[in-house]
């Protein structure tokens, strides 16, 4: 086995490849060779350790894993078909091959197993392979206009109304008007962007309306377009944990329509430069 030192590059390498999840990242380590590593870089973690001969009978219920990592593990198409059998459809399975090469092989394999949006790459400064393969998400028809199914499955692993104390999640998402609406590359000389977020309330006593994942925010901005209650939103911003804590303005996590209903909603500056850079 890679001493704990060497295999550290790694599964640093693997980490910047999990998925973006709810609040608590609900992953698989097989054999249990990464998991502190991880831990130590992500505090949103819930890590289960498996041995790869137990994988029949894993730990999460079926189709509930979001990420199923592995360090250096012996892989073959049965191992793979229970890997994907583990998550849930976006699921995301990544494996580090310290003595690994990059070979077409692999793609068959991990397609085989029913996998999508495969990566076959090296692992660290070109040494070593790292592979990574996603459970698709079924076909569904549309629950309402641009509703998917995709966007709903990963909301509902976060409750409504969350207490912002006891909130664990690495980001806030905030419904944000920018203005002007075009990108970077677009803007004239001396021409800067602006950033207004939802809130509930009036200018002296506002509630910013903030969301613990993508999912949770778009699947409360299309209802709340549809009835109307909301306009002209064009852009998430996500926030760090550590940077919401320095707003001074209260914040509703995870609102519900019902939370909003006949309040007055307003648009508050916040400074974009405070964001966070995308995950993907």
Request: hydrophobic share 50%; glycine share 8%; charged share 25%.
């Amino acid at each position: 086995m890679t001493p704990g030192s060497a295999r550290q590059p790694f599964v640093e390498a693997l980490a910047k490849h999990l998925p973006p999840s709810a609040s608590r990242l609900r992953l698989l380590d097989i054999d249990g060779r990464c998991g502190a590593v991880l831990a130590h870089r992500r505090a949103d973690l819930d890590i289960r350790c498996l041995a790869a001969d137990d994988l029949q009978a894993p730990r999460f219920a079926p189709a509930a894993a979001d990420a199923v990592v592995a360090f250096d593990p012996d892989l073959d198409s049965q191992m793979l078909r229970l890997i994907a059998a583990s998550m849930r459809p976006g699921g995301r399975f990544i494996a580090v091959l310290p003595g690994g090469a990059v070979s077409e092989r692999w793609v068959g394999l991990l397609e085989a197993a029913g996998l999508v949006r495969i990566l076959v790459e090296p692992a660290v400064d070109g040494a070593g392979l790292l592979i990574r393969g996603e459970k698709p998400h079924p076909t569904v028809k549309p629950l309402g206009p641009i509703q998917m199914e995709r966007i709903q499955s990963v909301a509902r692993a976060d409750a409504d109304l969350l207490d912002l104390d006891r909130y664990r999640g690495p980001y806030l998402h905030l419904l944000i008007r920018q203005s002007p609406n075009k990108p970077v590359w677009k803007l004239a000389a001396g021409e800067a962007i602006a950033w207004r977020a939802l809130a509930l309330g009036d200018a002296s006593n506002a509630v910013l309306l903030a969301f613990s994942n993508l999912p949770k925010a778009v699947g409360f901005l299309q209802p709340a377009v549809l009835l109307d209650q909301v306009r002209d939103v064009n852009k998430v911003g996500k926030f760090a944990r550590e940077v919401a804590g320095g707003w001074d303005r209260l914040v509703m996590l995870n609102p519900t329509l019902d939370a909003i209903k006949d309040q007055p909603l307003i648009w508050l500056h916040i400074d974009p430069q405070t964001a966070a850079a995308p995950d993907e």
